[in-house]
């Protein structure tokens, strides 16, 4: 059940009776809980949300309702959110470059995981403190195609550097493991097998047995066309780790962020003004909850809502700008658009719940995004 007051039955009701002129995020806790059990049930390992893809309140007592309860943190700020709310959660934290205090904070919150990809950042953990029963697990990067872009450029270790730290892991004492991240917005399963058959290796060369296996987040959420095939990338980890690793299985664990989060949050945007070129000005932008536009590309789950109407006119390419006086406030190409569209409707952009409220700047003084309980995002 939600844990958030359900006011409005789906965004257009709360747009039309309350006609808001700045941007709405609406939040589905059922659509978020739902989500929830999919990954709790059909992950064969343990699922652990990656926090920074939504840290708002509700967000986590609803996950933590659901039967999420371990999570994947990168921050003390993150750390002490989660505990706050679920003092018993068990913390993972994966951001792999940390300073002497952070380490400090991580103890003080008890992280059961960490995980590094260069000796000195497994030196800290040593000096640091961090107790041997804690799980350290060795971060591989790969050159593999399949996301929308690759997290391999900023963290990683090539297997090489991986065999010779997770020997070290072993030899501090630490439980020893090994996590990969896929890449942002990954649909392919072909890139989860890569890894895990380099990491099967990477064990194998170092001598090490691992314990688990962290195949990271980068599951991919509905941005464009059809539902990514979630079971499907499930059934393809699973399989590729009996085939790699044998009679050495590790445990699996998985971190979703994105494709935990988005499908339970709409933003509704207004249209500010249409020029006589066809531009469209909007009340929310790149600045705004529309930050990612620009990197992963438009998203075509566009719904028009109009005041005692419905729009039904071909849609016609525009170019749409955010509120802001930055000329770079603009999502990129065109977005295609009903060619009634008029000055006052709302557009209601469907799957954000991740990252948009999380990257939000004030920009301007705009970046303030209401958020509205909804039964559901239709």
């Known amino acids: ?39 709790l049930s059909g992950f064969p390992g343990l699922v652990t949300y990656a926090v920074k893809a939504n840290d708002a309140e509700e967000v986590l007592q609803n996950l933590m309702a659901a039967g999420v309860e371990a999570f994947d943190v990168a921050s003390p700020f993150e750390m002490a959110r989660v505990k706050q709310l679920m003092p018993s959660a068990v913390l993972h934290y994966n951001n792999p470059v940390r300073s002497e205090a952070e380490v400090a904070a991580s103890i003080g919150h008890g992280v059961a995981s960490y995980s590094v990809d260069s000796l000195g950042e497994l030196g800290k953990l040593v000096r640091g403190g961090v107790p041997l029963s804690a799980e350290v697990s060795v971060r591989l990067r790969l050159p593999v195609k399949g996301a929308i872009y690759d997290f391999g450029a900023k963290f990683g270790a090539d297997p090489e550097l991986a065999v010779a730290l ?5 030899e501090a004492g630490f439980t020893a ?8 917005q990954c649909a392919d399963p072909a890139a989860w097998r890569a890894y895990i058959d380099i990491c099967a290796e990477v064990a194998q060369r170092a001598g090490v047995k691992l314990v688990r296996l962290n195949v990271g987040g980068g599951f991919a959420a509905h941005r464009t066309g059809g539902a990514p095939d979630l079971e499907a990338i499930f059934a393809a980890i699973k399989t590729a780790t009996l085939c790699a690793f044998g009679a050495d299985v590790p445990a699996l664990v998985c971190e979703p962020g994105r494709a935990m989060v988005a499908e339970s949050f709409s933003l509704a945007t207004r249209v500010k003004a249409i020029r006589e070129d066809g531009a469209v000005f909007l009340n929310d932008g790149i600045y705004g909850g529309l930050a990612e536009l620009p990197i992963l590309g438009n998203i075509d789950r566009i719904e028009p809502v ?73």
């Open 1 to 39: 059940m939600s844990l958030v007051a359900t006011l409005y039955s789906a965004p257009s009701r709360h747009l039309l009776s309350q006609r808001p002129d700045h941007p709405v995020l609406y939040f589905a806790p059922s659509i978020l809980q739902a989500t929830a059990r999919r990954f």
């Open 166 to 170: 997770l020997k070290a892991v072993a």
């Open 306 to 378: 109009a005041s005692g109407c419905i729009r039904k006119a071909a849609p016609v390419e525009h170019i749409v700008f955010g509120p802001t006086c930055d000329s770079l406030d603009r999502l990129p190409g065109t977005v295609p658009l009903p060619g009634d569209l008029a000055e006052g409707d709302w557009l209601v952009w469907h799957g954000l719940g991740a990252y948009s409220t999380a990257t939000v700047t004030r920009f301007n003084g705009y970046g303030a995004i209401e958020v509205v309980t909804t039964d559901c995002l239709a």
């Open 177 to 184: 493991s090994m996590t990969f991240h896929p890449g942002t």
